[in-house]
């Protein structure tokens, strides 16, 4: 019976643990980040991969770090045949890289040599690519440079969001990790090193970057919007000089569309249940979900019932 090692911390990392047992392949040991503090009461709240271990009695261990304690406690451990991560959030040492007989594979969500690193989901939206997907990797000590076993392409179109690029690739990616595993435990052959050419990184999100930038195209401005939801979410501040007003605002949808007027950018054109359109410095938006902070997320037709934005500029 083959000895898998899984090591991953969330719901993208649970797919395909899930998938890994659904079809026989249950890992006899899973790696997941130590148990964290979530929402407003600060609860500890264990990893949706631990939670699925738990489920399946799947011993788990949450080291905060691959110390000598960890190496040891490892080490110890008969030596698996392969080691799969999947979104695990720490890095790997090069004697866990080789720990496993057929060493340390990785799902990783883009395609590789482009979008290393820690958002590739969100970064390929916000750039504006056309196609991304899955790879599945050999690991190396260095930022996922490891030759690659397989591939597999997703589209983007300009309505993507990262919640759902997530969840096709999620799945993507566990029906690919399924069809490889069979000829990375073989070792009949060896993974494709990457290209050197067209590498980038995709750093972390942070809620900064979140914040829109009127003074952007319409273009830009929508795909940030697309890239950031679920999150952080993009927002903006507006204000109505002539009633002093202030409001903030979270916006969860947009088009980008025409315009030539020279209005000052950040000032809202019109409002409709079809959308409130915002003057971009290159064209406008037509925002169609959105939610003022500490109150719901709604459709512009439910937000604008008894709310109107006019006269408000937002920076």
Excluded at 24 to 48: C, E, F, I, N, Y
Excluded at 56 to 71: S, T
Excluded at 233 to 245: D, I, T
Aim: proline share 6%; net charge positive; with cysteine.
């Amino acid at each position: 019976m083959t000895r898998i090692v899984f090591a991953g911390t969330p719901e993208f990392a649970a797919t395909h643990l899930q998938a890994l047992i659904e079809h026989g392949h249950q890992p006899s040991l899973v790696l997941t980040q130590p148990d964290r503090s979530a929402g407003r009461g600060k609860k500890l709240s264990q990893s949706p991969v631990k939670t699925l271990a738990a489920t399946h009695q799947i011993p788990v261990l949450q080291p905060e770090k691959f110390d000598g304690k960890a190496q040891q406690t490892l080490l110890a451990l008969p030596s698996p045949d392969i080691f799969v991560v999947v979104a695990y959030g720490l890095l790997l040492p090069q004697w866990l890289l080789d720990w496993a007989r057929c060493g340390a594979i990785n799902v990783h969500a883009s395609l590789l040599p482009r979008w290393r690193g820690a958002a590739p989901i969100q970064r390929a939206i916000a750039a504006g690519d056309s196609m991304t997907g899955v790879a599945i990797m050999q690991m190396q000590t260095g930022l996922d440079t490891g030759p690659v076993w397989a591939q597999t392409q997703v589209p983007i179109t300009p309505q993507t969001t990262a919640g759902a690029l997530h969840d096709t690739l999620q799945a993507a990616g566990s029906k690919l990790l399924l069809a490889t595993l069979p000829r990375m435990l073989a070792q009949t052959d060896v993974p494709t090193p990457q290209s050197e050419i067209g590498v980038t990184y995709a750093k972390k999100l942070t809620k900064q970057e979140a914040q829109i930038n009127w003074q952007q195209d319409a273009v830009t401005i929508c795909r940030k919007i697309n890239a950031f939801n679920p999150v952080p979410v993009s927002h903006c501040h507006g204000k109505n000089f002539a009633s002093a007003r202030e409001i903030a605002l979270r916006i969860f949808a947009a088009q980008a569309i025409e315009d030539e007027t020279t209005t000052a950018v950040g000032t809202i054109l019109c409002e409709s249940p079809e959308g409130i359109v915002i003057k971009c410095h290159h064209g406008a938006i037509r925002v169609t979900e959105l939610q003022e902070i500490g109150k719901k997320r709604l459709s512009v037709k439910e937000f604008l019932n008894g709310k109107s934005l006019a006269g408000f500029v937002f920076s």
